[in-house]
């Protein structure tokens, strides 16, 4: 449809950048970026009245997002053709405007394109070699300034290498170096290097992103006391299995996957120390307050595990430890526990006992003529274990053997 309408207003479509990468890579992705060698955010307009949608368009950059009403998203990017009059009755150039589009990216590999108007569909637009970079597994860059204009691209290189298996370049790894020796890194703000941790913790598998960052000094760039040690590779190796067995769970309550591996990223570090980092992370005020918050429960739940024998102790004294912190802490305490019965009883609170609800409530105990107070609390709370624990079950006729 896209091609169709770009021939329509006379323009040339493209698919471009991940889009088509994961095409030859054969991965699936569902982000459909396309750049027009027109008029961007026209092309949007009309692409979203031809098949239903709405746009947001972004006027000073000449990009717009269209949303299709089945949810999903296409970015649209202007390509602005370029005339060159050349002096003296020379004829006017068109200049290739997508060669320009594509040399502004990162890598090679998402310097594709794909013309998709009719008659020329399908056909591949490989200026830098990024076909062949991607049989060999490369990650290049396409000029040598790329790190220097943009050093949150180093950071996306590591990404990419990880997710695919491939292997950063050779000339591309001395320009990281380089990069690294000028301390560009250190220079980063930590807004932009909090979105690029963030992308890295919503991979497959975020340890192996971090331990190569720890490979070429960037831990420790980004802040010294982020230095991974080998404790911290075994919580985290335990934190990507668990967060792994969570999402296998497909709960309606998704987690925010950095705030778990921000966790084991800053074990160990005292308190009076954990705010240079998130000061160097930018955390919101909110964000830092909720951190050091998560800390101190897991703390707090950590020693009261330690009492807590299965068999011996009550299923519902675990709820009540575990009931106040946010999943990501007790993912956390999860993965720091050694003890097999009790990492077996938090995986039950998170898949079975989180959910159980109790179909009492206040105007129940109204009825029965109960006066109202915190007394309904107590009542309802001791009902709630009772039923944790095996010893009532949730219907009203039971209120009163519970009582
Ligand atoms: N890009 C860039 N420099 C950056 C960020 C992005 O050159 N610092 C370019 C890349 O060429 C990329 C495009 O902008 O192809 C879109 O960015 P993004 O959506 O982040 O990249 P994807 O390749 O789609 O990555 P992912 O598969 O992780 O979504």
């Known amino acids: 449809a896209a091609g169709d309408l770009g021939q329509e207003l006379g323009w040339e479509v493209y698919a471009v950048g991940g889009f088509v990468r994961d095409i030859l890579l054969g991965r699936p992705n569902l982000d459909l970026d396309l750049v027009v060698e027109?008029?961007?955010?026209?092309?949007?307009?009309?692409?979203?009245?031809?098949?239903?949608?709405?746009?947001?368009?972004?006027?000073?950059?000449?990009?717009a997002v269209v949303i299709l009403d089945d949810g999903r998203r296409v970015d649209v990017a202007t390509a602005r053709l370029e005339y060159y009059e050349y002096p003296a009755a020379l004829p006017t150039v068109e200049l290739s405007s997508i060669k320009m589009d594509l040399y502004r990216r990162d890598f090679t590999v998402n310097a594709l394109a794909l013309r998709i108007n009719p008659g020329r569909f399908g056909q591949l637009v490989d200026f830098f070699g990024a076909e062949r970079d991607i049989r060999n597994r490369t990650i290049r860059v396409l000029h040598s300034l790329s790190f220097v204009e943009d050093p949150t691209r180093i950071l996306r290189a590591i990404r990419f290498e990880r997710r695919f298996?491939?292997?950063?370049?050779?000339?591309?790894?001395?320009?990281i170096k380089n990069a690294l020796n000028l301390e560009l890194f250190s220079k980063?703000?930590?807004?932009?290097?909090?979105?690029?941790?963030?992308?890295?913790?919503?991979?497959?598998?975020?340890?192996?992103?971090?331990?190569?960052?720890?490979?070429?000094?960037?831990?420790?760039?980004?802040?010294p006391l982020l230095k991974l040690s080998r404790d911290r590779v075994q919580v985290?190796?335990?934190?990507?299995?668990?967060?792994?067995?969570?999402?296998?769970?497909?709960l309606e309550h998704e987690i925010t996957p950095w705030k778990l591996y921000v966790l084991g990223m800053t074990m160990g570090i005292k308190r009076d120390q954990i705010q240079k980092i998130t000061q160097r992370l930018h955390f919101t005020r909110r964000e830092e307050r909720e951190f050091l918050?998560?800390?101190?429960?897991?703390?707090?739940?950590?020693?009261?595990?330690?009492?807590w024998r299965e068999g011996r102790s009550k299923l519902s004294r675990l709820y009540s430890i575990l009931h106040p912190i946010p999943v990501e802490g007790i993912l956390f305490l999860m993965a720091r526990s050694r003890k097999e019965h009790i990492r077996r009883n938090i995986s039950q609170y998170l898949s079975r006992l989180r959910y159980l609800t109790i179909e009492v409530n206040g105007n129940d105990l109204e009825e029965m003529g109960i006066e109202p107070g915190p007394i309904y609390t107590r009542i309802l709370s001791r009902l709630t274990d009772a039923m944790i624990d095996g010893r009532a079950t949730t219907r009203k006729k039971q209120l009163k053997l519970a009582q």
Not at 165 to 175: A, K, Y
Not at 202 to 207: I, V
Not at 294 to 300: Q, V
């Open 236 to 250: 985290l190796t335990e934190l990507v299995k668990v967060h792994n067995w969570y999402k296998l769970l497909y």
């Open 293 to 307: 918050q998560l800390r101190d429960m897991i703390g707090d739940a950590l020693m009261k595990l330690m009492g």
């Open 38 to 63: 027109g008029d961007g955010i026209l092309f949007a307009r009309k692409f979203a009245e031809k098949l239903g949608g709405r746009v947001k368009a972004h006027t000073k950059f000449k990009t």
């Open 165 to 175: 298996d491939f292997q950063i370049g050779g000339q591309t790894m001395r320009l």
């Open 188 to 223: 980063l703000s930590g807004t932009r290097v909090m979105h690029e941790l963030q992308w890295i913790m919503n991979e497959e598998d975020p340890l192996a992103c971090l331990m190569r960052m720890e490979e070429l000094g960037i831990m420790e760039a980004i802040h």
